[in-house]
């Protein structure tokens, strides 16, 4: 029989999206090397989640494991500048090189790098194949991202064939519910809810928890757990997005919000999707004068 999984909690918080608790957790002995590989993995990839890139690129020197240095390229590409194409072009060369170029961490950051790059066809490439729960759990995201729900399906019942409970395989589920809308966002509602209550409550699925609230109407409620979300974190992005989404809805100003995501995040989608709007809207005056 295999011993108890040493790596459980420390896993589980980073998926959950509690990274400062993840972190927290990694003070583990009795590790294999591997084990410790995957720790050290998880722990730095928080730190990247949290923004504190330099403190990946520092620490992890050139004689480390595979994995350990596809997480420093990840720093590197969201440090940005010259570091961001250094990582790109590095990616390539590592890929490309047989004998690592079916690194499980690796094929997982090239994936989260392509998707980020919006090249979806690239980020597929190296990440279809599967061949463990957080890759199947990227191609969820990924067919998501371009309205393939068929092809999400698929790869979400793969992952409930492997491990129906696992909190990935749960997660996916609810970002699968919510994109097929309907009668599922009070499933989606639902899993979140129940990942709140047997684990902790993080900013992640509290933000699930409240585009569930928005899908069925709930705006007041909805807002009510972003403004909670807000104050666990005044900087994530996805919070203040859905917040102007759901002021939008509730007739109340945005434009604190909206200066709020320019200063994070300018490039987030929604700011995106706002300034294309207005240069039709732009476009469409000038046609009428």
């Known amino acids: ?23 927290n957790e990694s003070n583990v002995g009795g590790l294999t090397e591997a084990q410790n590989v995957e720790k050290d993995c998880l722990v730095y990839r928080s730190y990247i989640a949290l923004g504190s890139y330099q403190l990946v690129i520092d620490e992890i020197n050139s004689s480390a ?4 240095q596809a997480v420093k390229l990840l720093a590197m590409y969201f440090l940005g500048g010259e570091k961001r194409e250094k990582s790109l072009s590095s990616l390539q060369e590592w ?8 690194n499980p961490t690796l094929l997982m950051i090239a994936g989260t790098i392509y998707a980020q790059e919006q090249n979806f066809n690239e980020a597929l490439k190296y990440t279809n194949g599967g061949g463990t729960l957080e890759l199947h759990a990227l191609n969820v995201q990924i067919f998501l991202k371009i309205y393939r729900t068929d092809h999400a399906e698929k790869q979400l019942k793969i992952m409930q064939q492997i491990d129906e409970d696992h909190t990935l395989t749960q997660l996916a589920s609810a970002w699968l519910c919510l994109a ?10 639902y899993i979140f809810q ?3 209550e047997k684990y902790t409550w993080t900013v992640p699925i509290m933000n699930g ?18 403004l909670e979300a807000l104050n666990k974190d005044a900087k994530d ?6 917040l102007i989404v ?4 509730l007739g109340k100003p945005t434009s604190r919000y909206l200066n709020q995501l320019k200063m994070v995040d300018p490039d987030h989608p929604l700011l995106k999707r706002s300034a294309n709007a207005q240069e039709a809207f732009e476009r469409a005056l000038q046609n009428f004068s």
């Open 1 to 23: 029989m295999s011993g108890p999984d040493r790596l459980f909690s420390l896993r589980n918080n980073f998926y959950l999206g509690a990274y400062q608790a993840a972190i």
């Open 65 to 68: 494991a595979t994995a350990l």
């Open 95 to 102: 890929l490309s090189d047989v004998a690592i170029a079916n």
């Open 209 to 226: 928890r409240a585009v569930c609230n928005m899908h069925m109407g709930h705006f007041e409620d909805a807002e009510t757990v972003l």
């Open 194 to 196: 129940e990942l709140c």
């Open 246 to 249: 759901c002021n939008l809805h």
């Open 180 to 189: 097929l809308g309907g009668s599922k966002i009070q499933e989606a509602f």
């Open 237 to 242: 992005a996805d919070t203040i997005a859905n």
